[in-house]
């Protein structure tokens, strides 16, 4: 099973800058401590980036969800405008549990992500 192989397949992700993952339609949750770290990259104040680029969902900051943002904090090149303070869910890509379920689940999600195919075809070949 390739999941059981999941601790070597992260050893080998590397992100190829696709863009899919942020332009997946997820939801991407902030905290404050966020905000106030991708305001100083952008050059603006929490205010202006809430105001900006945030919007609240059942009483969470988000930066992008199914129907908000799409694109989330992407340049023309695919490269997040806030990488260094990108939030935990970005940071964390793709050790998700949602991934991890089954193989089915992790093929799945490696035909949007070339850094994910990659690896996978490393460890198995
Ligand atoms: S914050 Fe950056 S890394 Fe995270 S989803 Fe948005 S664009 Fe992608």
Redesign the pocket.
């Known amino acids: 099973m390739l999941i059981e192989k999941k601790d070597k397949i992260l050893a080998n992700f590397k992100c190829q800058n696709s863009g899919n ?2 332009k997946a339609g997820g939801y ?1 949750y902030v905290t404050a401590d966020n905000i106030e770290k991708m305001a100083k990259i952008l050059h603006t104040s929490p205010i202006d980036f809430r105001q900006t680029y945030t919007k609240k969902d059942n009483g969470w900051d988000i ?2 969800s199914p129907n908000f943002n799409t694109n ?3 340049d023309e090149n695919n490269k ?1 405008k ?2 260094e303070a ?2 935990l869910a ?1 940071r964390t890509y793709p050790n998700w549990p949602s991934i991890w379920q089954s193989d089915q689940t992790l093929l799945e999600e490696s035909k949007s992500c070339p850094g994910l195919k990659q690896a996978i075809s490393k460890v198995i070949n």
């Open positions: 993952c942020c991407v930066i992008a989330c904090l992407l997040c806030v990488y990108r939030p970005c």
